[in-house]
Nanobody, 112 residues
Framework: QVQLVESGGGLVQPGGSLRLSCTAS????????LKWYRQAPGKERELVAS????????VYADSVKGRFIISRDNAKNTGYLQMNTLKPEDTAVYYC?????WGKGTLVTVSS
């Protein structure tokens, strides 16, 4: 059974950092592309970043480029999203996606 579990969200002040984790089970993690999405209140879900399973090639949305870093540890079946210099507009539920499967998300709130 494919399962994705996000963790690491929370409340952070503007300019702060958080690291999200996505722990996978039920499939061979190292064989698949990992994507992080987010959905802010009243907005559509948007792709934030992705990382390939071969060579770990990364792609970022313009809105997070230079601030967020996506990575993966295939030995731990876990992907990460390091978020730095957070802004209030980064407030959203963050989801990981692999094999067109979704986790339940983790809430990130950026507020003073």
């Amino acid at each position: 059974q494919v399962q994705l579990v996000e963790s690491g969200g929370g409340l952070v002040q503007p300019g702060g950092s958080l690291r999200l984790s996505c722990t996978a089970s039920g499939f061979t993690f190292s064989n698949y592309l990992l994507k992080w999405y987010r959905q802010a209140p009243g907005k559509e879900r948007e792709l934030v970043a992705s990382i390939t399973h071969v060579f770990s090639i990364t792609v970022y949305a313009d809105s997070v480029k230079g601030r967020f870093i996506i990575s993966r540890d295939n030995a731990k079946n876990t992907g990460y999203l390091q978020m730095n210099t957070l802004k209030p507009e980064d407030t959203a539920v963050y989801y990981c996606n692999m094999m067109d499967k979704w986790g339940k998300g983790t809430l990130v709130t950026v507020s003073s």
